[in-house]
């Protein structure tokens, strides 16, 4: 194993030798890391991950080994709701080489230097790597799929120089706001016109039509907990009412003020 190692770094070596010397290139522009799929086990003892489909990779490829999620919340229904316990692996990432690919396990030359949970959603992703680069239309990137747990990344390589005459947008391509939910049933939520109760709850369960969904970040959606004005870490909060959207911003940011219910007389909400 060991040997096999050293001949594959040589290999490499010499490819990026050559890109090295003829890898200028001028005009980038488009949508970058095409190529990329999810981990669905890291071994730390030989160096290898296992995807969901290695189709595509090529030894002496540069690669991106990333992690989107795996951070804990508080689940209290209280302000705190949603308030990070633990990062734990979320936003881990190295560069590696490609050595081997055989079947759907992919070698590196390197040692993999983070500790990964595959529950949190890592991918790998290919990388373009050149020696100057000058961009020559707008780049951008994949939006974020939950659902195969790639996107949302844009990255590329200047050993030399970049110079950047256009821009590089992922605008819209990150972690998806909360969804939109219609209910056809006015005033079905256990209230009437003139009194009621009032739904100020920080968390309720997906569907409830007291609320709508929270914004997906650095932590998954807690089982029972997916609606309501709470936070989910850097996820905006939902809105507590019928109607009315939350106004919860990504990130650490404030957010807008949420939407105005139809009728607020009957369903109270904040």
Same mark, same amino acid.
């Given at each position: &194993? ?12 010499? &490819? ?9 290139? =001028? ?5 970058? +890391? ?6 669905? +086990? ?7 991950? *296992?995807?969901?489909?290695?189709? #595509? ?18 689940? !209290?229904?209280?302000?705190? $709701? ?21 079947? *759907? ?5 390197? *040692?993999?230097? *983070? =500790? ?21 239309? !707008? ?10 747990? !790639? ?12 110079? &950047?005459?256009?821009?590089?947008? &992922?605008? @819209? ?6 969804? %939109?939910? +219609?209910?056809?049933?006015? /005033?079905? /939520?256990? /209230?009437?016109?003139? #009194?009621?109760?009032?739904?100020? %709850? ?17 932590? %998954? ?5 997916? $609606? ?7 996820? @905006?909060?939902? @809105?507590? %009412?019928?109607?009315? @959207? ?8 404030? #957010?807008?003020? #949420?939407?105005?219910?139809? +009728?607020?007389?009957? $369903?109270?909400?904040?």
């Amino acid at each position: &194993m060991k040997k096999i190692a050293q001949i594959c770094f040589v290999l490499v070596f010499a &490819m990026l030798t050559s890109s090295f010397v003829i890898g200028q290139i =001028t005009g980038l522009a488009g949508t970058l +890391n095409q190529l990329k799929v999810r981990v669905t +086990n890291v071994n730390n003892s030989n160096n290898s991950v *296992n995807v969901s489909s290695a189709a #595509g990779f090529a030894l002496g490829d540069t690669v991106l080994l990333i992690q989107m999620k795996g951070a804990t919340v508080n689940e !209290t229904n209280t302000a705190s $709701f949603g308030n990070i316990n633990d990062i734990g692996n979320a936003g881990q990432y190295e560069f590696a080489t490609i050595c081997d690919v055989t079947g *759907n396990t992919i070698t590196f030359t390197n *040692n993999i230097l *983070n =500790t990964y949970t595959i529950s949190g959603h890592v991918q790998l992703i290919q990388v373009p790597v050149y020696q100057n680069v000058v961009v020559g239309g !707008t780049l951008r990137g994949d939006a974020w799929d939950l659902n195969t747990g !790639t996107g949302g990344v844009m990255v590329v390589v200047a050993r030399g120089w970049l110079r &950047m005459n256009a821009p590089a947008r &992922m605008n @819209g391509t990150g972690f998806r706001g909360g969804w %939109d939910l +219609n209910s056809y049933a006015p /005033c079905d /939520c256990n /209230c009437s016109f003139g #009194g009621g109760p009032t739904f100020t %709850d920080y968390h309720y369960n997906s569907g409830n039509c007291r609320s709508s969904s929270k914004g997906e970040s650095i932590a %998954d959606s807690v089982s029972g907990k997916e $609606f309501g004005k709470g936070k989910l870490a850097a996820g @905006g909060g939902g @809105g507590n %009412d019928h109607n009315a @959207g939350g106004g919860g911003g990504g990130n650490y940011g404030a #957010g807008g003020v #949420g939407g105005i219910t139809l +009728n607020p007389s009957c $369903f109270f909400g904040q």
